[in-house]
């Protein structure tokens, strides 16, 4: 059976890094978890989107927006 939620060393086996990385990717925000006491845990589907890569369209998509509001911040500040 799969579980949905997972304690802190399975977080790290399933994305495959170190105990001190996984730490620092909590404290930078990359990894959502809830601690409760002394134990963390973590939800399968949110580690899961970590491994997926992101999708090309919707990353150029985001690119040519970021370009488009820099153009019309420049537009708006002579």
Request: aromatic share 8%; hydrophobic share 35%.
């Amino acid at each position: 059976m799969r579980q949905d939620i997972l304690t802190l060393e399975e977080a790290v086996e399933l994305l495959g890094t170190s105990r001190p990385t996984f730490y620092r990717w909590l404290q930078e925000g990359k990894v959502r978890g809830a601690r409760i006491g002394r134990k963390w845990s973590f939800q399968r589907s949110d580690l899961e989107a970590l491994l997926d890569p992101p999708d090309p369209s919707a990353q150029q998509l985001i690119h040519e927006l970021q370009e488009a509001i820099a153009h019309y911040e420049r537009l708006g500040n002579p």
